[in-house]
């Protein structure tokens, strides 16, 4: 019977194929937070594919397996993380994409750009806010960015340093872009760093898992939701 990969086997990249399992990691709730990144709701807002033209509805099809992880995996899952963070002490904050102003003239030029990234979510608008599920309570802390990394373009890495923070637990969207530039950051920052990847998706599944294995290593660690809850003991 073949052993079954853990998270200290799994997601290697070229680089690290061969290299020493890392130890197991001491996160301690007071020095740790959990992120959660960009789960807005326009990301999960979809039109009803019966008014769509062929090409809309071959667009929709092929945003379908998204959608599905991000309603099936990733927001229970992450809700589940949230719930259990809450429960024992452990910082939960979020990021997401918003703009200042109605007309998105303060964003950043990645999100001014043409296609798919042309962003413009206005702070007040019901489409740049994080989804119900996973929404913050009390009070805990969103910072709101034009930028792909949350700490490029916000005070989060003072916020988490006056927290006493040193770990930082990442979930969200998507994979390969805001949830992998924040996770550079956060490393470049000397931040100790769990991506808890199915609480995590991208646009294809492809380039969610080609993106785990670049970041693994060497600007994080990836792990299942389930490991990180067995290697934290939270229950």
């Not at 086997?9 to 020095?31: C, H, I, M, V, W």
């Not at 989804?131 to 490029?152: N, R």
């Not at 290593?217 to 389930?226: D, G, K, L, R, S």
Request: hydrophobic fraction near 40%; charged fraction near 20%; proline fraction near 4%.
């Amino acid at each position: 019977m073949t052993e079954q990969m853990s998270w200290k086997t799994s997601n290697r990249s070229f680089y690290y194929q061969g290299a020493p399992e890392p130890d197991d990691l001491d996160f301690k709730p007071a020095e740790t937070a959990l992120l959660v990144i960009d789960v807005q709701n326009t990301y999960l807002a979809r039109p009803d594919r019966a008014t769509l033209d062929a090409a809309g509805q071959a667009h929709y099809d092929a945003w379908t397996p998204f959608h599905q992880r991000m309603n099936e995996i990733v927001i229970p899952r992450s809700a589940d993380l949230l719930r259990l963070a809450r429960k024992h002490g452990i910082e939960c904050l979020f990021a997401r994409i918003a703009c200042q102003t109605q007309d998105g003239r303060d964003r950043s030029l990645s999100q001014k750009m043409p296609g798919w990234n042309n962003l413009l979510l206005p702070k007040d608008e019901h489409a740049s806010q994080i989804v119900p599920q996973l929404a913050p309570q009390g009070d805990e802390i969103t910072v709101t960015k034009t930028t792909d990394s949350a700490l490029t373009g916000t005070n989060l890495r003072l916020i988490l340093h006056n927290l006493g923070i040193k770990n930082v637990i990442c979930v969200g969207i998507f994979t390969d872009q805001c949830v992998s530039s924040t996770v550079r950051s956060l490393a470049d920052e000397s931040f100790q760093v769990v991506v808890a990847e199915d609480c995590c998706a991208a646009g294809a599944h492809a380039l969610h898992e080609q993106e785990l294995a670049i970041i693994n290593m060497i600007y994080c660690h990836v792990m299942t939701a389930a490991e990180l809850k067995e290697m934290m003991k939270l229950v």
